[in-house]
């Protein structure tokens, strides 16, 4: 997929949700049937020889690729929800927001010792969301997991909220 195909087709919406921030819309590139099927195309290269044999997408933008790319791999899907979304038994990270704290939950049986886990979101700013739940996926025991996002919002230095020896990819930084 041409990095500027994602470019042109990629929402920016000024002043969301609060004044001085630049909102980048993906679900612009989600409704391009180009563009979604090059990013199911780009992620699948990426990763079909990793081993991987579950993706996590992170609630709600992770839900759409990383369950597409989950089909294509032949891997199972798990979702990592905000509280009281999960029926069954889960474990739980809270991590630190710029203001106060939010949790992300998945189910306790959802990964095990024998996983390779591919994480994925849309957007990597800070970091925060993505890191409390690399660590659940260290608590279930993962053999290896990576990371992976469409956007990087480079300034925010989000890479630095990750171990060094997790493998982080973005398809584009902005």
């Known amino acids: 997929m041409n990095k500027e195909t994602l470019r ?3 929402r920016e919406i000024p ?7 630049l909102f980048y819309d993906v679900t612009t590139l989600f409704k391009n049937a180009e563009c979604l099927q090059g990013l ?3 992620l699948y290269e990426m990763y079909k020889d990793k081993g991987i044999t579950k993706v996590v997408g992170i609630e709600s933008r992770g839900f759409i690729l990383g369950g597409a790319l989950a089909a294509r791999l032949g891997a199972g899907f798990i979702m990592a929800r905000k509280p009281g979304k999960l029926p069954a038994e889960v474990i739980e990270e809270t991590y630190a927001k710029e203001y106060g ?7 306790r049986d959802a990964i095990d010792e024998n996983d ?13 969301t993505m890191a409390a739940t690399h660590r659940l996926v260290k608590k279930c025991g993962a053999k290896q ?8 919002l480079k300034g925010l230095n989000g890479r630095k909220a990750f171990p060094e020896d997790v493998e982080v990819t973005t ?4």
Not at 15 to 21: H, L, R, S, T, V
Not at 117 to 124: I, K, N, P
Not at 145 to 152: A, G, L, R
């Open 171 to 174: 398809l584009l930084q902005l």
């Open 8 to 10: 042109k087709n990629l």
């Open 15 to 21: 002043d969301f949700p609060k004044p001085g921030i």
């Open 116 to 128: 390779v886990v591919l994480l994925h979101d849309d957007l990597l700013a800070t970091g925060g």
């Open 101 to 107: 704290t939010d949790t992300i939950q998945i189910h």
């Open 40 to 42: 199911i195309d780009e």
């Open 145 to 152: 997991s990576y990371i992976n996002f469409v956007i990087e």
